[in-house]
């Protein structure tokens, strides 16, 4: 079950977090893993190691050439899992420009342009798994997080869009939407007992999921088995959208 072996595959921000476990569990289960980051070549190496069967590429997706940057590292892929994001914690009304599009060119523009990048190699073998990683704020939003709210809205249409041009071809498009989960990026903020009790609150199960949740649900999506769920937006919340 979930036998990857002799698929490539890529998950953007996998240097740490919820890409890291990806990339691990698709390793595992035997595919040819692109680990990414856009930090430092240290830093992607380190996560690559920690993995095994898993090549380093360092690309930051800001870059307006990050797709031709990211290919010629990876050549064709079969498996694509859009997770790198950027998210800013900011009144509505104190959104500057420079934050507005950078939330737009890594979550949304940069996403667009690697599905471009590598759709034709799995349109052509007609088998190919992409998996974008969105948010409960798709359906929930935090009020100091209004754009990145909004670009995984945007992923998410283009998910459902996409998913039905390219079912024909063999290519599955879905989208992971995460709630609260235990990841270097809210480090910070749920240490805060305080705001964690809040946040918890929100929760009906009550405790902030885990990479694993998420990884287990895209291994699924990638796999095989999965081949019948397309378009689909699942949450792994903890019932946080309820
Ligand atoms: N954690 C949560 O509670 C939660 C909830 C809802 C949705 N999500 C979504 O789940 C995904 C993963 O979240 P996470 O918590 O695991 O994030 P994280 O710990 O902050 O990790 C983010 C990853 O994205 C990469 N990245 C960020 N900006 C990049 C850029 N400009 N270019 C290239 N890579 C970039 C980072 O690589 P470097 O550091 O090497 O640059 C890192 O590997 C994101 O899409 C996030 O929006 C998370």
Known sequence: MFDLTGKKALVTGSSQGIGFTVAKYLSEHGAKVFVHGGMSCEKTCGAAEKIGNAVPVTVDLFDGACDEKLYAVTGDIDILVLNASVQYRKAWDEITDEEFYK??????????????????????????????????????????MLVYAATKAAQLNMVINLAKQLAPFGITVNNVAPGVIATPRNADALADKEYAAKVMSGIPMGYAGEAVDCAAQILLLCSDEGRYMTGEDIYIDGGMKL
């Open 103 to 144: 939330q737009i060119d890594v979550n949304i523009r940069a996403s667009l342009k690697l599905i471009q990048k590598y759709a034709p190699h799995m349109k052509e073998h007609r088998w190919g798994r992409i998996v974008t990683v969105g948010s409960v704020q798709q359906q929930k939003p935090h009020k100091d």
